[in-house]
């Protein structure tokens, strides 16, 4: 083998839970494969954890307690962090790049929210931190984007990114089943958060989102700017009127280069039901990027589990390990464009979004209430693109309305007004529409 003389390189695996585990068994399990590859072999020198994983043959690997004594270990060249959380993760990568250690990580919670400040000590440092599993698990979606698309001006992406909330989401419309139950499953299969409200309320997606755009823009980390809605109010009856109406909902990050910044966003979203997209179900992830050049492209896999997330992260650590003895300035940098070539574009506050819309009210069945609700509308300068009319033997009937595309301030003031009115029971539904033209 080309390299053969080169010494092994020695990583340090810190966390042996699910990902841990799994990234473990698959650089043993191909390990000969990984070394044609890498150019030379890469060896688990340490172990970092609490606990041991029954699915980890571990004999033979020093194990630790304290991860931050693999950090310091002057044996390791680079130290895996798979641990998960904001504060011992942050000082165990920390730790690590002042010890000279290159960073391989799956934290996409780290690296949203500490990723400006890692990146800039990793600079001083001249050492790596790569993140390809913190983002859609399998799915080189990371490397895709930093890489294969550089020579676009990436107008938009869109991405299903939390597989525990779509599992739910295609259990619940598939299968009628109960929101807990599913989430339970999700849980007990590894898929969810520790906290899996992060899951649920778009946290997790918010996370992986602001580093996409990030990438994809070229703009420092800003995921305390994400507009975050969660799936936990979406209805039975709100996924019945879509179906009618043609579409799915899903929980879709989406970010977006307009005029007067950029748009980040994680909410549920109605799709034509007819889009490729619609149709990522389970705990698939995928994410659909537009690009001036290429033009629409799609990256679909696992989002979650032990060996797909290993996967990217056993895949980064060849990356690095090919990187140590090649050239320092000419490593692609962390986040795609030069750190001194970053945008300070704006990140739009959600009211200064676009979108359409479908809204779903309750109105009292009598003559001219639809009249007042178009009108309303109607002076906001909202399009319908359509409107259904349910019957039902109540006072009260449901009505849906599908707008076109208008500012949500716009939007917000025409529901204001409609939630007035005397024939309006409650509150109005929104669901944003997206149809992902170029
Ligand atoms: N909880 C995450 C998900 C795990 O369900 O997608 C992968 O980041």
């Given at each position: 083998?080309?390299?053969a003389?080169?010494?092994?390189?020695?990583?340090?695996?810190?966390?042996?839970?699910?990902?841990?585990?799994g990234?473990?068994?698959v650089?043993?399990?191909?390990?000969?494969?990984i070394a044609?590859?890498?150019?030379?072999?890469?060896?688990?020198?340490?172990?970092?954890?609490?606990?041991?994983?029954?699915?980890?043959?571990t004999?033979?690997?020093?194990?630790?307690?304290?991860?931050?004594?693999?950090?310091?270990n002057?044996?390791?060249?680079?130290?895996?962090?798979l641990?998960?959380?904001y504060d011992v993760?942050?000082?165990l990568?920390l730790?690590a790049?002042e010890?000279?250690k290159h960073?391989?990580?799956?934290?996409?919670?780290?690296?949203?929210?500490?990723?400006?400040?890692?990146?800039?000590?990793?600079?001083?440092?001249?050492?790596?931190?790569?993140?390809?599993a913190?983002?859609?698990g399998g799915?080189?979606?990371?490397?895709?984007i930093?890489?294969?698309?550089?020579a676009?001006?990436?107008?938009?992406?869109?991405g299903?990114?939390?597989?525990?909330?779509?599992?739910?989401?295609?259990?619940m419309?598939?299968?009628?089943?109960?929101?807990?139950?599913v989430?339970?499953?999700?849980q007990?299969?590894?898929?969810?958060?520790a906290?899996p409200?992060?899951?649920?309320?778009?946290?997790?997606?918010?996370?992986?989102?602001?580093?996409?755009?990030?990438?994809?823009f070229?703009?420092?980390?800003?995921?305390?700017?994400?507009?975050?809605?969660?799936?936990?109010?979406i209805?039975?009856?709100d996924?019945?009127y879509?179906?009618?109406?043609?579409?799915r909902?899903?929980?879709?990050?989406?970010?977006r280069?307009?005029?007067?910044?950029?748009?980040?966003?994680?909410?549920?979203?109605?799709?034509?039901?007819t889009?490729?997209?619609a149709?990522?179900?389970?705990?698939?992830n995928a994410?659909?990027?537009?690009g001036?050049a290429?033009?629409?492209?799609?990256y679909?896999?696992?989002?979650a589990?032990?060996?797909?997330?290993a996967?990217?992260?056993?895949a980064?650590?060849?990356?690095?390990?090919?990187?140590l003895?090649?050239?320092?300035?000419n490593?692609?940098?962390?986040?795609?464009?030069?750190?001194?070539?970053?945008?300070?574009?704006a990140?739009?506050p959600?009211?200064?979004?676009?979108?359409?819309?479908?809204?779903?009210?309750?109105?009292?069945?009598?003559p001219?209430?639809?009249?007042?609700i178009?009108?309303?509308?109607?002076?906001?300068?909202?399009?319908?693109?359509a409107?259904?009319?349910?019957?039902?033997?109540?006072?009260?009937?449901?009505v849906?309305?599908?707008?076109?595309?208008?500012?949500?301030?716009?939007?917000?003031?025409?529901?204001?007004?409609?939630?007035?009115?005397?024939?309006?029971?409650?509150?109005?539904?929104?669901?944003?529409?997206?149809?992902?033209?170029?």
């Amino acid at each position: 083998m080309r390299g053969a003389g080169l010494k092994p390189v020695k990583v340090g695996i810190c966390g042996l839970g699910t990902v841990g585990g799994g990234t473990f068994n698959v650089l043993k399990r191909n390990a000969e494969e990984i070394a044609r590859r890498a150019g030379r072999k890469i060896i688990v020198e340490e172990i970092g954890a609490r606990r041991i994983n029954p699915d980890c043959d571990t004999k033979g690997t020093q194990m630790t307690s304290d991860v931050l004594e693999v950090a310091r270990n002057p044996e390791i060249d680079v130290v895996v962090e798979l641990i998960g959380g904001y504060d011992v993760a942050k000082e165990l990568v920390l730790t690590a790049i002042e010890h000279g250690k290159h960073v391989v990580t799956a934290n996409k919670a780290l690296i949203a929210v500490h990723g400006n400040e890692i990146f800039e000590a990793a600079q001083k440092k001249n050492v790596m931190v790569a993140f390809e599993a913190s983002v859609a698990g399998g799915i080189p979606i990371i490397k895709a984007i930093r890489e294969g698309l550089s020579a676009n001006k990436i107008n938009w992406l869109a991405g299903i990114i939390n597989g525990t909330g779509n599992f739910i989401m295609t259990e619940m419309r598939d299968k009628g089943r109960d929101f807990d139950d599913v989430l339970k499953e999700a849980q007990e299969l590894g898929y969810a958060e520790a906290d899996p409200t992060f899951d649920v309320e778009g946290i997790d997606a918010a996370h992986k989102l602001t580093i996409l755009a990030s990438l994809a823009f070229g703009m420092p980390l800003q995921f305390e700017k994400a507009f975050t809605e969660g799936i936990s109010k979406i209805t039975r009856d709100d996924v019945q009127y879509a179906e009618e109406l043609g579409y799915r909902i899903k929980h879709l990050g989406i970010t977006r280069r307009a005029e007067n910044g950029v748009e980040l966003r994680v909410h549920p979203t109605l799709i034509p039901e007819t889009a490729l997209i619609a149709n990522v179900n389970g705990v698939m992830n995928a994410v659909l990027v537009d690009g001036d050049a290429v033009g629409q492209t799609m990256y679909y896999g696992p989002g979650a589990g032990a060996e797909p997330t290993a996967s990217a992260v056993v895949a980064d650590i060849v990356d690095v390990v090919r990187t140590l003895t090649a050239d320092r300035d000419n490593r692609v940098p962390h986040l795609a464009f030069q750190p001194s070539e970053l945008s300070d574009a704006a990140i739009l506050p959600v009211e200064q979004t676009e979108s359409a819309y479908y809204l779903r009210m309750n109105a009292e069945e009598k003559p001219g209430v639809l009249a007042k609700i178009t009108s309303i509308l109607g002076e906001q300068g909202i399009n319908i693109e359509a409107i259904i009319q349910k019957e039902t033997s109540e006072d009260q009937v449901p009505v849906i309305i599908l707008t076109q595309s208008v500012l949500e301030q716009k939007l917000n003031d025409a529901i204001a007004q409609i939630e007035a009115l005397a024939e309006i029971g409650g509150s109005v539904t929104r669901i944003r529409v997206e149809h992902f033209d170029s």
